[in-house]
């Protein structure tokens, strides 16, 4: 497989072949992050077929000295909003019931769990909350890139996320305290 660049490169040139690999390298992200906004499975398959339709006509535009992760998430929000926007809020899916009834094979019972508890308490978040601790946490971009493809403000994106991280302690606690770790004190040393 070509390098990322390469494949952007070629894409833009209008090679299929190089898009058809550029697709398979960013499905998975692009389906996450689609994901947090619609909070339905099959809706985000739509999203993301969405977004790679919208990526083919709009690659040439693409300016190689911003970074093309960051571009690809701000199309993709966008898009993902303005489909649940239009198909109202729906019903949830868990990406998990998806997965399940998609014919994935089954991992373990521990991610399975790991997996239902996030989903459980990451219900408590706002839509923002959500999007900033997944691009952040789960995605790995940092705070600019976050601030560059939501459109918000670098303290905006720390604040959100601040919130986000209490608002899922909290949750764990209540809804999952065989799972809550206290934060450890200044004060008092570990046992």
């Not at 697709?23 to 619609?38: E, H």
């Not at 709009?58 to 909003?81: H, M």
Request: net charge positive; no cysteine; glycine share 4%.
């Amino acid at each position: 497989m070509a390098d990322e660049a390469e494949l952007i490169r070629r894409s833009a040139a209008g090679e299929l072949d190089a898009f058809e690999e550029l697709v398979l390298l960013k499905r998975d992200r692009v389906f996450r992050t689609a994901y947090q906004v619609v909070r339905n499975a099959e809706d985000a398959r739509d999203v993301a077929q969405l977004v790679f339709v919208r990526l083919w006509r709009v690659i040439r535009r693409y300016r190689p000295e911003r970074k093309f992760d960051t571009w690809l998430y701000r199309i993709t929000v966008n898009l993902a909003v303005d489909y649940r926007r239009h198909q109202g809020r729906g019903v949830e899916v868990p990406l998990e019931q998806a997965e399940q009834t998609a014919g994935n094979p089954a991992d373990s019972a521990g991610s399975r769990e790991l997996r239902r508890v996030y989903e459980t308490v990451a219900g408590e978040l706002t839509d923002r909350q959500r999007m900033i601790f997944t691009l952040r946490e789960v995605d790995g971009l940092q705070t600019e890139e976050i601030a560059r493809s939501l459109g918000v403000t670098t303290s905006t994106v720390r604040n959100t996320l601040f919130q986000a991280r209490a608002v899922l302690r909290d949750a764990l606690r209540r809804r999952f305290p065989e799972y809550f770790v206290p934060p450890r004190s200044k004060d008092k040393p570990r046992p």
